[in-house]
C-alpha cells in the first residue's frame, strides 16, 4: 500500500518497483523522468526497489526541494560504503554533522589555497599555455589541420588544477598513472546508472550475486587502485610536511587537523585517515569530468555556431588585445559571458543532482515525503523547460543579454550546480577553470567544421555526468 498523500505515480511490479518500466519512457532517465511529470505534475512518486523515490521537474518543485533541509540527505546504502571501507565518508555521499563539518573544512581552507581565486590563475595559465601548444602542434602535424578532440580529452588539465590544489603537484603530460586514473573514472561515470545506483539492495543479495553490481550500474572496482594512489600521496606528505612551513596544500591542512584532534583527545572526529583517503578520492572524481566536459560542449556549440564564434573572437581580442583572457578581463566580457551561460545551460554536465534522501519525514510541493525517500532532482528539466525558455534546444548566447546586449541578465532558472546546502562543492573553481579554459581556446584558434562532412554530434554520452562525444575539427592558429 501506498503511504497516505505521497505524491502521484505509476505502479510497478512487487520487489523491483517501477524499474523496469522506466525505459520505455525514454531511454535517458532524466528524459524519462519529465516524460513521467507530464503525466502524474512536477513530483512524482514510485518505487525503486524497495525504495520510494520522488522525482522532481520544474523550476518551482526542483527550487522546493533542494531549499528544503529535510531533503539534503544522501541515501546510505552498502553499496555506497563498500568503496569506503564500509563506512559512511567522503563528501558526496555522506549528510548529517559528519557532511556539515568536513563540507566547511574543505570550503574554507580550499579557497584559502586558491581554489577559485585569482591566486591560482597564474597556475591555470599556465596549463592552458601547455594545452595551446599541444593543440597547435597536433593541428600543424596534419596537412588540413584536423584536430580529433577525444571524449574527456580535457579532464587531465582541469584534474591538473584541482590536484595542484589538493595534492600539491601538476602531472606531467604524459603521466601514465594519471591516464589509468582518469580511465577509471570514465568508466565509473558512464557505467553509472542514476535510477539504480541508490536502490538499498542487502549486502547477502550483492555477495551471492555479483552481477547485481552491473546491473545497477556501480564500478566499485575502480576504488581499489585510487585508494592505493591516494594512500601513497598522503604518506608521502606525512613523511615531507613540516609544521614550520605553511601546508602545500589541501592534504597537508587535513593532516594538521588530523593531529591537533588526536592531541585534544577527541576520539569522535571525522578528521581521520580514511576519511582523508575518501574526501580526495571524491574531490579528484567530482572534479576531473564535469569542468571539463563544459569546455568540449561550449567548443561544439561555436563549431555548430560560426557567428557566435566570430562575435566572442572579436570581443576577446578588443578586450584582451594580444594577451590571454584573465579573470580581470571577466566583468567586460559580456557577450562570452553569455556564450558560457548558455553553454552549460544546454549541456547540461550534471542532469540530475546526486542522490537526495529525506533525512526526516516532510513535505514537497504540499504532499508528504516520508523518511528515507530517495529524491531526484532533475536539473535538465530546469534549463530545458519550454515554457519559460523559447526552442531551448537551441543554442542562442543572446537569450541572457539585455535588449541593447551590454548587460548579462542572471536567470534563478539556472542551476547548473545546483543549490542550497548541497550546490556544488567545487564550484568556484569550476567556474574559473570553465572561463579560461574555453576563452583561451577560443582565443587561440578558429575552430571550423571539417568541409562536406556531417557536423560533430551534439548528443552526450550519459551516466552520472552527460560528456562530450570525441569530435574531429580543423583548427587554425589565430595568435
Ligand atoms: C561545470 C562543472 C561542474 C558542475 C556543473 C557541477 C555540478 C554539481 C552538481 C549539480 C552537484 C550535485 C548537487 C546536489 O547533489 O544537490 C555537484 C556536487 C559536487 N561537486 Fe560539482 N560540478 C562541477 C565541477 C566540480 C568540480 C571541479 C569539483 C571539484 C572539487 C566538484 C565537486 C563537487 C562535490 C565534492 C560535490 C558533492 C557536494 C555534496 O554532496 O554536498 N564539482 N556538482
Redesign the pocket.
Known sequence: RRPANIPPGPRGLPVVGYIPFLKKHDATPYKALIKLSQTYGPVTGFYMGLNLTISVCGYEAVKEA?NNDDLNG?PDTFARRARTFGKRLG??FVDGDFFREQ?RFALRHLRDLGFGRTSAEEMIQEEIRELIRLIGEQAGSDPEGVVHFQSGSFNRNVLNI?WALTGGERFKGDDARLTSLLGMVELFNRSFKPQTASIAVPAFLLRLFPSLWKIMGIRNDIFEPLQKFMRETIEEHAETRSDDDPPRDYIDVFLKEMEKQQTDHNANTSFHYEQLIAATI??FI??SE??SN?IGFALLYLIHNPDVQRKMQAELDQICGDALPSLAHRPSLVYTEAVLIET?RLAN??PL??M?CASKDTQLRGFNVPKGSLVM?N?YSVHMDETYWTDPEVFRPERHLDADGLKVKKSERLM???LGK??????P??RNS?FLFTTALVKAFQLKAIPDRPLPTLEPLTGVTNAYQGFQVIVTPRL
Do not use: K
Open positions: 533542494l544522501r563528501f558526496m563540507r584541482l571524491d574531490l567530482a572534479g564535469t569542468s563544459a552549460l554536465v550534471a543532482t546526486l537526495h532532482i536539473l547548473s550546480f545546483g548541497r550546490q556544488c562543492l567545487g564550484e573553481l569550476a570553465f
